[in-house]
């Protein structure tokens, strides 16, 4: 009786919800040479702040050729990389806050169809332990690439003869 009852509440980030989603600018099947546009977007769904925050985000040297990056990004060689002092937001992540990167490349003209092109970008924090993947939130797997299939163009040719004024082709 009339003890105090001490309970101690930790405050966390939590960014697991963050996602990552490909669009072909336009519009229409991933085809080579069109462009990709992947919006990462991190998400606290936590109680505590999300500091010195690092993306970074390899794409396939076999099948992208990186374009632009968007919100302070900078590029080696294939991989995109944001971190707070390219990305100040990235620096002090409130909890219900959300930022979104954008990294637009090109598919190389030399993926065959019917390749599978996956992707998925890993993100850490100072407030975190290891590090957390984003999830394509198109799919009900939880933490999983973001996929699409390349479609290349087939091309089929017809060819026809008229013989002008009648007669027999032999």
């Known amino acids: 009786e009339g003890d105090a009852t001490i309970g101690i509440v930790e405050a966390m980030p939590v960014l697991s919800t963050s996602t990552k989603v490909a669009t072909d600018e336009n519009g229409g099947v991933f085809a080579p040479g069109d462009v990709v546009r992947y919006d990462i977007t991190l998400t606290n769904t936590g ?21 632009e990056v968007l919100q302070g990004g900078a590029v080696s060689g294939n991989v995109v990389t944001w971190n707070a002092d390219s990305t100040p937001a990235l620096a002090d ?37 290891g590090l957390v993947r984003t999830d394509d939130p198109s799919t009900p797997a939880a ?28």
């Open 93 to 129: 992540l409130a909890p219900g806050d959300t930022i979104q990167l954008t990294v637009r490349a090109r598919i190389r003209s030399i993926v065959a169809d019917g390749t599978l092109v996956s992707n998925q970008a890993n993100i850490q924090s100072s407030d975190l332990e």
């Open 47 to 67: 109680n505590g702040r999300a500091r010195d925050i690092t993306v970074s985000d390899a794409l396939s040297t076999d099948a992208f050729l990186v374009e």
């Open 143 to 170: 933490n999983d690439a973001t996929n699409f299939v390349v479609s290349a163009p087939r091309l089929v040719f017809e060819k026809s003869i008229i013989i002008d004024g009648g007669g027999t082709f032999l």
